[in-house]
């Protein structure tokens, strides 16, 4: 568990409670909505343009998270060293 909590774990977050400020918190949890609506919206293009299912939009929205995570922890902890 040691690589998946270093690089999807919520290190990254506690880094940015703990020494940024309020605004880059807020900033980055904007950027995620903003990224899963836009992942979803991409995934429905590539799709032929049709809805996703429940399904579809819980697996990109999977997918999205595990990004998102990873270039937070990338950012915050792991980039620093």
Known sequence: MGFIQEWFGFNGWNELSTKGSIFATIAYRVFFVFGLAA???????????????????????????????????????????
């Not at 343009?49 to 915050?76: H, K, R, T, Y």
């Open 39 to 81: 992942a979803i919206i991409v995934y429905s293009y590539a799709s032929g343009g049709e809805d996703p299912s429940l399904f579809w939009i819980a697996v990109v929205g999977c997918v999205w998270f595990l990004i998102f995570q990873f270039m937070v922890n990338l950012i915050f902890v792991n980039g620093s060293r």
